[in-house]
């Protein structure tokens, strides 16, 4: 039975709300890449795994960082895989810098850019100090943020600067590139920072930009619920307060609410069922898990739990010893 969106739309302009090209694209350039190996199985069994793999959002794992930010079902899919990927962190209560993160997010994508950590490191911090511990939700939320809705970002700060120092923002020019993280956010002085701007006339001007945006952003309704509640702001605490509103989250719909982080039964499920087939390896897990109940200081090791079998890399990072910690609230 077809959704009612599909019935709404011409099939043109579905297939391209859908990125059908950009994946029928990537499809054929991996054919041709691996023809000889493709050739055994048959290039029907390969479409059908590829586009299962879309499905499933595993298409994105370890591959080149313009593909991943390609489309906003990439995008969706590689905050997923990192989330099942590396909750263990948040498990343990381990707290890691953002270079640590960055180690993490490169394991998923091995030319994923620091500057986009680094700016989901400062909507934690809130300033540039971004050597200071974070928490895996902390970081996680304004991940998701900075990384999904990153050209639109991009195009919030120029507005921002633009009202600090009197502009008309209806001038500002929307980036039109296709990665818009490469761009430097404008420097924002301390009494700017201080100040903020008037959140009405804030709205107002994010409002007409939702509406000739051609990338990704926000529903409207519910950024005006998040500059309704004040009545002036700074850039990052409208990044802050974006990262930790629960109906952005949902809207976006690649995190479960942050009650809920830290449980992933179908994962969990499927982890059991493939230690059970590692001789051995069942009671070693179960000996760890008793023994990471005891109260230690020293730093726990981070793994993932989840990788393809064919993928031999280790996660091992470990904290650097600071003392400095971010909230970790989980009410």
Request: aromatic content about 10%; glycine content about 4%; some cysteine.
């Amino acid at each position: 039975m077809l959704s009612p969106e599909r019935l709404a739309l011409p099939d043109y302009e579905y297939l391209a709300q859908r990125h059908v090209l950009t994946y029928m694209e990537d499809a054929v350039c991996q054919l041709l890449e691996n023809k000889e190996d493709i050739s055994q199985y048959g290039i029907a069994r390969f479409f059908t795994e590829y586009f299962n793999s879309v499905c499933q959002g595993t298409h994105i794992l370890f591959r080149e960082f313009s593909f991943i930010q390609a489309t906003p079902h990439n995008r969706a899919s590689f905050l997923r895989a990192f989330w099942r990927c590396f909750r263990t962190v948040g498990k343990n209560g381990d707290l890691l810098t953002m270079k640590e993160y960055h180690c993490l997010l490169q394991l998923l994508c091995p030319d994923f850019p620091l500057e986009l950590t680094q700016k989901a490191a400062r909507i934690v911090l809130m300033d540039d100090a971004t050597d200071c511990l974070m928490s895996f939700s902390d970081f996680l939320f304004a991940f998701q943020i900075q990384f999904y809705y990153s050209e639109f970002l991009e195009s919030v700060a120029a507005i921002y600067q633009d009202l600090l120092s009197g502009k008309n923002p209806n001038t500002v020019i929307v980036p039109t590139s296709s990665s818009g993280q490469h761009r430097q956010r404008p420097a924002l002085g301390e009494a700017s920072m201080l100040e903020g701007v008037e959140a009405s006339l804030f709205y107002q001007c994010l409002e007409n930009l939702c509406d000739r945006h051609k990338y990704s952003c926000p529903p409207p309704a519910l950024v005006k619920e998040v500059l309704s509640n004040v009545q002036r702001l700074t850039f990052y605490g409208f990044l802050v307060a974006l990262s930790k509103h629960h109906g952005i989250n949902q809207a976006l719909g690649a995190l479960p609410d942050k009650g809920d982080l830290m449980h992933d039964p179908a994962m969990d499920e499927e982890l059991e069922r493939l230690l059970v087939q590692v001789p051995g390896l069942v009671n070693s897990v179960t000996a760890s898990s008793e023994a990471s109940c005891l109260p230690s200081r020293t730093p726990s090791r981070v793994a993932s739990p989840w990788r393809p079998l064919h993928h031999s890399r280790k996660v091992d990072v470990e904290s650097d010893g600071s003392t400095e910690e971010t909230d970790e609230s989980e009410t």
